[in-house]
């Protein structure tokens, strides 16, 4: 099995700051990779694919970068709105679409 | 605008059979594949597994003996059982449409529409 191994666990980040988050993968995954924000008692909602690919709608200070086993989400000027859970998920369907231990983002 | 609704008993006994259902509104339920993952209590997501509107399937292996996703595109709905439950499924369960975008040497599956998540406690 993929397993996904997101760094830091548990950031604090203050509004305006830069944040990068980490995903390792336990062998190469190319760019099957897409990440998820989560706020507390809410649904997931995709933030980008294909490693680097921003899904419709969601703000351009995040972006995704990576390939093979080294992955980030970075948002590049921290608003109060993403302080959330992120994490990152393996696209390659087979044996399963491992989702990574999460990192949570909270208020410095 | 496609929404996804769960439904299903909120308390399950153990060793008993979990069923939800995720109703498809705004939109049809061919053409896609469908998932559902599940988030135990203060813990991380896990996928359950997805099924394709013609009714192919793909499971998470550590739950594959217990596990039945099903579809049913007369009601623009589809179904998970999770057998012989314990308290360890006890989760937050989430339904999502699966998009699918294939490319030059890559097919990238994500979830990109999820339901509001439905609670279910595993307890006598």
């Known amino acids: 099995d993929i397993q996904l191994t997101q760094s830091p666990s548990f950031l604090s980040a203050s509004v305006g700051d830069r944040v990068t988050i980490t995903c390792r993968a336990s062998q190469g995954i190319s760019s099957y990779l897409a990440w998820y924000q989560q706020k507390p008692g809410k649904a997931p909602k995709l933030l980008i694919y294909a490693a680097s690919t921003l899904q419709s709608g969601v703000p351009s200070r995040f972006s995704g970068s990576g390939s093979g086993t080294e992955f980030t989400l970075t948002i590049s000027s921290l608003q109060p709105e993403d302080f959330a859970t992120y994490y990152c998920?393996?696209?390659?369907?087979?044996?399963?679409?491992?989702f990574g231990g999460g990192t949570k983002v909270e208020i410095k | 605008q496609v929404q996804l609704q769960e439904s299903g008993p909120g308390l399950v006994k153990p060793s008993e059979t979990l069923s939800l259902t995720c109703t498809v509104s705004g939109g049809s339920i061919s053409s896609y594949y469908w998932s559902w993952i599940r988030q135990p209590p203060g813990k991380g997501l896990e996928w359950i597994g997805y099924i394709y509107y013609s009714g192919s399937t793909n499971y998470n292996p550590s739950l594959k003996s217990r596990v039945t996703i099903s579809v049913d595109t007369s009601k623009n709905q589809f179904s998970l059982k999770l057998s012989s439950v314990t308290a360890a499924d006890t989760a937050v369960y989430y339904c999502a449409r699966v998009a699918v975008v294939v490319v030059p040497a890559a097919i990238y599956y994500y979830m990109d529409v999820w339901g509001k998540g439905t609670t279910v406690t595993v307890s006598s």
């Open positions: 998920q393996q696209l390659n369907s087979y044996p399963s679409l491992t």
